[in-house]
């Protein structure tokens, strides 16, 4: 939830982040140890945002990586995603993923689906997608949200033909897996609204 916080975006080229943490080749993250250092970097780079108490967008941005395993999936995502997740967070940070291809996918996709975790990815040119395990409503109230942009809870069931309900019951999971956000007035954006800010 933003409560009226600034939204700093940081956007982080993760083959840069490998030029800087790891000696090997840059644009193929395969192994364990790879994915580690690559993570360690990107929540570095979190540490030091500069300023007041704030929300940071980070966008991890696969356009220069042209292998990815699924142990570096793993360790880059999934654990990065899981440690801001929980109440013991070290900063309010949330995570979209950038032009990702299509061999990426099954790497990402495959460690969401074991963790339950939810990633929203923006490609130049495409609505932003919603990545990981999501049922035919939570996909629907997606899909209004990303078209609106920012909408209230009643918006959204018009939209889907929901229940109001069901639509809180939608929204209150994306909250917890970070891929919208609450504003002060209480309306709702995806992750991806943010990237326009």
Request: with cysteine; charged share 25%; net charge negative.
């Amino acid at each position: 939830m933003l409560h009226g916080r600034r939204v700093a975006p940081l956007p982080i080229d993760l083959s840069h982040v490998g030029r800087r943490s790891v000696t090997s080749l840059f644009s193929n993250l395969v192994t364990r140890p790879t994915g580690r250092a690559i993570r360690n970097g990107v929540e570095s780079q979190i540490a030091e945002m500069e300023g007041a108490p704030q929300v940071t967008l980070s966008i991890l941005d696969f356009g220069q990586v042209r292998v990815l395993d699924y142990s570096c999936a793993d360790e880059i995502v999934a654990k990065l995603l899981l440690r801001y997740l929980g109440d013991e967070r070290p900063a309010e940070a949330f995570f979209i993923v950038r032009n990702l291809q299509e061999h990426h996918g099954e790497a990402i996709e495959a460690v969401l689906e074991r963790h339950e975790l939810l990633l929203v990815a923006v490609t130049d040119g495409h609505e932003p997608q919603l990545l990981g395990v999501a049922d035919p409503d939570q996909r629907s109230v997606w899909d209004a949200l990303v078209r609106r942009g920012r909408a209230s809870r009643a918006e959204l069931a018009e939209d889907t033909g929901l229940a109001r309900e069901a639509v809180t019951a939608v929204l209150a999971h994306f909250y917890l897996k970070r891929v919208a956000a609450v504003h002060v007035d209480g309306t709702v954006s995806p992750l991806s609204a943010f990237l326009q800010e």
